[in-house]
């Protein structure tokens, strides 16, 4: 079961890309959004929400490919309870991207992703942040919370990604 769903803001610019590009391309971004709020609503295993690719990934390890049809991938990569949604296009797209993002860290990825709240029965808190923390007396309770990390907190509650 999933805790948290990372995105990548350029999957956001390429999706929007794909729906003006035709129509093949339109289906394969309706078929990511599906695939991510299928996620979100149920927090299912990554594999049963869509079709992986056959051979999967072998260039980098715990990279899954989704096959949206008409040549369009999704590549996304699971650490632990951890999603990251990393890229869509077409296919020589996503080769070209797993060609140049060999050597991405985690702690890459997750510095430029943001975090989607999972809905439903399977809702966890979101953990990430309260990780990093550490120290008990490094931390002030009194210092003033910015409205990112609110909207970040609260985002199950308005609906809307922080």
Same mark, same amino acid.
């Given at each position: 079961? =999933?805790?948290?769903?990372?995105?990548?803001?350029?999957?956001?610019?390429?999706?929007?890309? =794909?729906?003006?590009?035709?129509?093949?391309?339109?289906?394969?971004?309706?078929?990511?959004?599906?695939?991510?709020?299928?996620?979100?609503?149920?927090?299912?295993?990554?594999?049963?929400?869509?079709?992986?690719?056959?051979?999967?990934?072998?260039?980098?390890?715990?990279?899954?490919?989704?096959? =949206?049809?008409?040549?369009?991938?999704?590549?996304?990569?699971?650490?632990?309870?951890?999603?990251?949604? =990393?890229?869509?296009?077409?296919?020589?797209?996503?080769?070209?991207?797993?060609?140049?993002?060999?050597?991405?860290?985690?702690?890459?990825?997750?510095?430029?992703?943001?975090?989607?709240?999972?809905?439903?029965?399977?809702?966890?808190?979101?953990?990430?942040?309260?990780?990093?923390?550490?120290?008990?007396?490094?931390?002030?309770?009194?210092?003033?919370?910015?409205?990112?990390? !609110?909207?970040?907190?609260?985002?199950? !509650?308005?609906?809307?990604?922080?």
């Amino acid at each position: 079961m =999933l805790k948290c769903i990372h995105l990548d803001p350029r999957v956001e610019k390429r999706l929007e890309l =794909l729906r003006r590009s035709g129509k093949k391309a339109a289906l394969a971004a309706d078929k990511v959004a599906e695939i991510i709020e299928q996620l979100r609503n149920d927090g299912v295993i990554p594999d049963r929400v869509g079709t992986v690719t056959k051979h999967g990934e072998l260039r980098i390890k715990g990279v899954m490919k989704y096959d =949206l049809g008409s040549g369009y991938r999704l590549i996304t990569y699971k650490q632990g309870h951890r999603f990251f949604l =990393l890229y869509v296009g077409s296919h020589d797209d996503c080769h070209r991207w797993i060609e140049n993002n060999r050597e991405l860290t985690v702690v890459q990825i997750e510095e430029r992703c943001t975090v989607l709240a999972i809905h439903g029965a399977n809702a966890v808190v979101d953990t990430v942040q309260l990780e990093s923390v550490g120290d008990e007396e490094a931390c002030d309770p009194f210092t003033p919370i910015s409205e990112r990390d !609110l909207r970040r907190v609260f985002c199950g !509650l308005v609906g809307e990604a922080p």
